[in-house]
């Protein structure tokens, strides 16, 4: 599908799917690590695909589409091998639900895009705070600043943010605050 010369275009495609496609995964099987391999499979399948696809959007529906079959087969074979009564059962995913989790992985993907265009002392702050949920203290002590820097480059970032996101993905953001 890429061939060595589309190598970059690869790589494109990756940056920015990857993290929607991991989130998206992870709102299934609520597994982190589980949901990165699912992407990492998905992704490699792509690179495999002999066909080409001519635009965004078919890109877009096979990666979702397969990330949702992985999904599915990883609940299917996590229900039989475990005969525990709080196994994750086939069914309980409904389409909406999928359709649900492929919108927020979205709205995530384009946040994570913006997130990548903030400075870059902005851009560890938020990363920290939002992707990883850590505490003003505990950035302050990671990136060995103050907690008032960390507070304002919050304040900074969620401003710039702010006029790049939509108004969907910006309250969005707000409610991981």
Not at 72 to 99: F, G, H, W
Not at 110 to 131: G, H, Y
Request: aromatic fraction near 10%; charge should be negative.
């Amino acid at each position: 599908m890429f061939g060595t010369v589309r190598t970059s275009d690869f790589n494109s495609v990756v940056k920015q799917y990857y993290p929607a496609i991991v989130f998206f995964a992870e709102k299934i099987i609520d597994n982190h690590a589980v949901a990165e391999e699912i992407a990492q499979d998905v992704f490699v399948k792509l690179w495999e695909q002999e066909q080409n696809f001519d635009n965004d959007n078919n890109i877009r529906n096979f990666l979702y589409l397969s990330a949702r079959n992985r999904c599915l087969n990883y609940i299917r074979d996590t229900k039989r091998k475990q005969q525990r009564e709080e196994a994750i059962p086939l069914s309980a995913i409904s389409e909406d639900e999928i359709t649900n989790n492929i919108i927020l992985a979205e709205v995530w993907r384009e946040i994570a895009i913006a997130i990548d265009t903030l400075p870059e002392q902005c851009r560890k702050v938020i990363q920290l705070s939002f992707q990883e949920g850590k505490t003003t203290n505990e950035i302050a002590s990671l990136l060995e600043i103050t907690e008032s820097t960390v507070r304002n480059q919050k304040a900074r970032g969620l401003s710039l943010l702010k006029k790049s996101l939509s108004n969907k993905a910006f309250s969005f953001l707000l409610l991981l605050l």
